[in-house]
């Protein structure tokens, strides 16, 4: 079912136009988050599990606990629509204050980087560059998918960035093996998979920019698999 299906159902029961255009905002952005499950609305179990990790996503994201209340509620009226009644009795429980993230422990993170260092799909290699510039360079991740192209320049590598029409460099002086190896890794990859001319240097498998929500869910999975808690300040 589409936003703009359900947008209909609620206009067919005269709900106002402000109401409307917060319904689909808030519908559109939980459909875009689940964009690469495939037919998961038909699955129960696979829905909630989706909406599960939506909300958690919310908490982990800079969003105020006002808006994360709309949107489940939003949720709940959207998981109705499609016949999931229950949906009132299990997301009201997930509806409390959002827990302070805390930054990942240094041992928890090197960890992190040896489990991704041996897989070698694509996802897995663009994901172990982004957090070695996350944690290289201070950034957060709604920078990083904003990273337009990354440069040699003699002894360094320069990272351009472009965010509200504004232009930023950073500057990475005596990279270590390990991200010079990474960076020649995903650059072949990406040439491989999609070609080198994209709109932002960091891109999922259709070519399309890499965003946040695709970023945090490869995360989770990578992190659920070795056991370390993905509540870090870094990917916010």
Known sequence: MTAEQFI????GKGAKPNTIAGYKGDIQHFLDFAAHHENFISDKDEYFR?????????????YAESSIARKIYSLIRYS????????????????????????????DFEYLVEQLKKNDDFMSTAILLIILLINR??????????????????QSYVVKIVENDQVYYYNINKPDELFEKSLAKYVAKKADVVGNHTQTFFVAKNGNPLSRQVI??????????????LRITMFK
């Open 8 to 11: 209909t159902y609620l206009k």
């Open 50 to 62: 989706i909406v599960e990790d939506y909300i958690n996503f919310l908490k982990q994201g800079h």
């Open 80 to 107: 109705e629509f499609i016949g999931y009644d229950e949906a009132k009795n299990i997301l009201k429980p997930i509806r409390r204050p959002a827990v302070k993230a805390k930054r990942i422990k240094e041992n």
């Open 137 to 154: 360079l201070r950034i957060k991740a709604s920078q990083v998918i904003n990273i337009y192209d990354i440069s040699e320049n003699e």
């Open 216 to 229: 945090w869910r490869h995360m989770r999975n990578i992190a659920d698999k070795v056991g370390i808690p």
